[in-house]
């Protein structure tokens, strides 16, 4: 089984960062995609990023794009989401994904297999 350990969330004022991180252990780190969600109170879960095996593409929700940078250290099985400009509509349970190993889209939830417990991202106005 694959375990993902996520960290870095919290509360923070609009126009603020975070940088969460995401340990993933039991699995080839380097041989999948990760992604990472997001779900808001009441909503359904969404997709915020994705990163190839290798690192060297990258994939985002428009909502995102230009304010968060996923990227990942396949030598430490880590991957980590950059949030930059916070603002309040970003405030959700935020959850880091490995992807399966046949899968060809990258922004489905149907596309991962394995999933972290979530990290809470508020942010105040």
């Known amino acids: 089984q694959v375990q993902l350990v996520e960290s870095g969330g919290g509360l923070v004022q609009a126009g603020g960062s975070l940088r969460l991180s995401c340990a993933a252990s039991g699995r080839t780190f380097s041989s999948y995609t990760m992604g990472w969600f997001r779900q808001a109170s009441g909503k359904e879960r969404e997709f915020v990023a994705a990163?190839?095996?290798?690192?060297?593409?990258?994939y985002y929700a428009s909502s995102v794009k230009g304010r968060f940078t996923i990227s990942r250290d396949n030598a430490k099985n880590l991957v980590f989401l950059q949030v930059n400009s916070l603002k309040p509509e970003d405030t959700a349970v935020y959850y880091c994904?490995?992807?399966?190993?046949?899968?060809?889209?990258?922004?489905?939830?149907?596309?991962?297999?394995?999933w972290g417990q979530g990290t809470q991202v508020t942010v105040s106005s």
């Open positions: 994904a490995t992807g399966r190993y046949y899968s060809i889209g990258y922004s489905s939830r149907g596309d991962y297999d394995y």
């Open positions: 990163i190839s095996r290798s690192g060297d593409n990258t």
